[in-house]
């Protein structure tokens, strides 16, 4: 471990140590069934759950349970053999279904993180330059890691900024074979959206420029059969490789990675370590995802979106309603409360779950230091009454707790202002 990465080691541990010490992370669930959904159990307390990915709420779907318990009454809890020697047929019958999601040929890996680490080491090489958005999972950039370790050149650009992107495209060209882009299609902490239609401009223009993006939190409750935002924002380039999660809204676990031609996807299935030297998805998980697949192949999964997205206006109508500062702004349901000072978040999360409600803390390293916040995510599972509830609380308990700290409401917009470089694209975006 180098020194910088042990001290960075160091911040982390103590930031989550002082969560821990407070109650308001690591939290242990209390053994009550979770049949609705809107609710965890905490220490005998009931709380409403804002911190959960089940976006179009198919996590305990009848049809998926069902599917995952008769996946293991045929072939156990496991069959653990990698998928280079041999894999269960419901693999074929994923892949099939993926590719009728998405348009093109698709390979179902065991995680999405795991979906990084096969493809990006089998297709970047390097002779090839790397670009990442600032704001890029932590899954891409550890895989990254590895890239450079392999001598590709890599650097970052601020968040969602084509201009930037372009000048370094431009730049670069000269020098390298390939230039690719690594972006989120919705991003994690401030739930906004890649610009799609300037990425794939930039991939008609440019021979060299590669996009490659995780779509993991845009994937079901948008785009055809809830195929996600990259490609409700654009068409499948050839230039293109999307990765997202079969997890999250999708309601089973697992990631996919789509290509635009089959050479390419025979290349990371023969080559991407995690297929060759790590084990397969578990059966009851495989049985899952085939029948939320199924799902997504109908007409059910736009009935699922439109109620998902009157949720998300509501929210954000009630929250603008309040002056609440939600800095996302891309109409996803992932909502990011902007507080900037970490001690202010702290403070609003307990007192929230004081209150009855559970909502993650986004602090650093996931985000700036100084633009620490409050997420939300929005499920089919809530009602309306449950954002009122929320954003009403979150609106009396704010002003206290700023007094408390003596912060303001005007440093918060401040700190999240078009002049702050940290979240500067997010108005860009
Ligand atoms: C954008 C994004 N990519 C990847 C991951 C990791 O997904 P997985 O657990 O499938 O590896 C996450 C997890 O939250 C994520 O938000």
């Given at each position: 471990?180098?020194?910088?990465?042990?001290?960075?080691?160091?911040?982390?541990?103590?930031?989550?140590?002082?969560?821990?010490?407070?109650?308001?992370?690591?939290?242990?669930?209390?053994?009550?069934?979770?049949?609705?959904?809107?609710?965890?159990?905490?220490?005998?307390?009931?709380?409403?759950?804002?911190?959960?990915?089940?976006?179009?709420?198919?996590?305990?779907?009848?049809?998926?349970?069902?599917?995952?318990?008769?996946?293991?009454?045929?072939?156990?809890?496991?069959?653990?053999?990698?998928?280079?020697?041999?894999?269960?047929?419901?693999?074929?019958?994923l892949e099939h279904q993926m590719k009728q999601i998405f348009g093109f040929p698709a390979v179902v890996m065991p995680t999405t993180m795991l979906g990084h680490l096969s493809c990006l080491p089998s297709l970047v090489g390097s002779e090839d330059a790397v670009i990442l958005d600032h704001?890029?999972?932590?899954?891409?950039?550890?895989?990254?890691?590895?890239?450079?370790?392999?001598?590709?050149?890599?650097?970052?650009?601020?968040?969602?900024?084509?201009?930037?992107?372009?000048?370094?495209?431009?730049?670069?060209?000269?020098?390298?074979?390939?230039?690719?882009?690594?972006?989120?299609?919705?991003?994690?902490?401030?739930?906004?959206?890649?610009?799609?239609?300037?990425?794939?401009?930039?991939?008609?223009?440019?021979?060299?420029?590669?996009?490659?993006?995780?779509?993991?939190?845009?994937?079901?409750?948008?785009?055809?059969?809830?195929?996600?935002?990259?490609?409700?924002?654009?068409?499948?380039?050839?230039?293109?490789?999307?990765?997202?999660?079969?997890?999250?809204?999708?309601?089973?676990?697992?990631?996919?990675?789509?290509?635009?031609?089959?050479?390419?996807?025979?290349?990371?299935?023969?080559?991407?370590?995690?297929?060759?030297?790590?084990?397969?998805?578990?059966?009851?998980?495989?049985?899952?995802?085939?029948?939320?697949?199924?799902?997504?192949?109908?007409?059910?999964?736009?009935?699922?979106?439109?109620?998902?997205?009157?949720?998300?206006?509501?929210?954000?109508?009630?929250?603008?309603?309040?002056?609440?500062?939600?800095?996302?702004?891309?109409?996803?349901?992932?909502?990011?409360?902007?507080?900037?000072?970490?001690?202010?978040?702290?403070?609003?999360?307990?007192?929230?779950?004081?209150?009855?409600?559970?909502?993650?803390?986004?602090?650093?390293?996931?985000?700036?230091?100084?633009?620490?916040?409050?997420?939300?995510?929005?499920?089919?599972?809530?009602?309306?009454?449950?954002?009122?509830?929320?954003?009403?609380?979150?609106?009396?308990?704010?002003?206290?707790?700023?007094?408390?700290?003596?912060?303001?409401?005007?440093?918060?917009?401040?700190?999240?202002?078009?002049?702050?470089?940290?979240v500067k694209s997010v108005e860009a975006g």
């Amino acid at each position: 471990m180098t020194a910088q990465n042990s001290s960075q080691v160091e911040i982390v541990n103590r930031i989550v140590f002082k969560l821990r010490e407070q109650g308001i992370a690591h939290l242990k669930l209390d053994d009550v069934p979770m049949s609705n959904r809107r609710t965890i159990h905490n220490e005998g307390k009931e709380l409403l759950n804002f911190s959960s990915c089940n976006y179009v709420g198919l996590e305990a779907d009848e049809r998926l349970k069902r599917a995952a318990i008769e996946a293991i009454e045929r072939y156990g809890t496991q069959y653990y053999c990698v998928r280079a020697y041999t894999s269960l047929n419901y693999y074929q019958e994923l892949e099939h279904q993926m590719k009728q999601i998405f348009g093109f040929p698709a390979v179902v890996m065991p995680t999405t993180m795991l979906g990084h680490l096969s493809c990006l080491p089998s297709l970047v090489g390097s002779e090839d330059a790397v670009i990442l958005d600032h704001q890029v999972h932590t899954s891409v950039q550890m895989t990254v890691k590895i890239l450079k370790s392999n001598g590709v050149h890599t650097e970052m650009i601020r968040h969602n900024r084509m201009d930037y992107l372009e000048s370094r495209i431009l730049k670069l060209r000269n020098e390298y074979k390939k230039i690719w882009y690594l972006a989120d299609g919705v991003y994690s902490m401030y739930g906004n959206i890649a610009p799609m239609g300037d990425l794939y401009q930039l991939m008609q223009r440019y021979e060299q420029f590669h996009l490659y993006i995780d779509d993991s939190h845009g994937m079901s409750w948008t785009g055809k059969h809830g195929s996600g935002t990259v490609l409700d924002g654009m068409p499948f380039h050839p230039h293109l490789v999307l990765v997202t999660s079969l997890g999250k809204a999708f309601g089973a676990s697992g990631g996919v990675a789509v290509f635009h031609d089959q050479a390419t996807k025979d290349l990371v299935m023969n080559t991407g370590s995690p297929l060759i030297f790590t084990g397969p998805l578990q059966p009851a998980t495989l049985g899952a995802a085939v029948a939320s697949a199924k799902i997504h192949l109908s007409d059910e999964i736009l009935d699922l979106q439109n109620r998902l997205k009157s949720k998300i206006d509501y929210f954000e109508e009630k929250a603008k309603s309040l002056q609440l500062p939600i800095i996302s702004k891309d109409n996803t349901p992932i909502f990011f409360l902007g507080v900037s000072r970490f001690e202010v978040a702290c403070k609003l999360v307990k007192a929230l779950l004081d209150a009855g409600f559970f909502a993650g803390m986004a602090c650093y390293p996931s985000v700036p230091y100084n633009n620490t916040g409050v997420r939300f995510m929005v499920t089919l599972n809530h009602t309306e009454s449950d954002f009122d509830n929320l954003l009403e609380t979150v609106a009396a308990l704010l002003p206290d707790i700023l007094v408390s700290e003596n912060f303001s409401m005007e440093q918060i917009w401040k700190a999240f202002s078009k002049d702050s470089a940290a979240v500067k694209s997010v108005e860009a975006g």
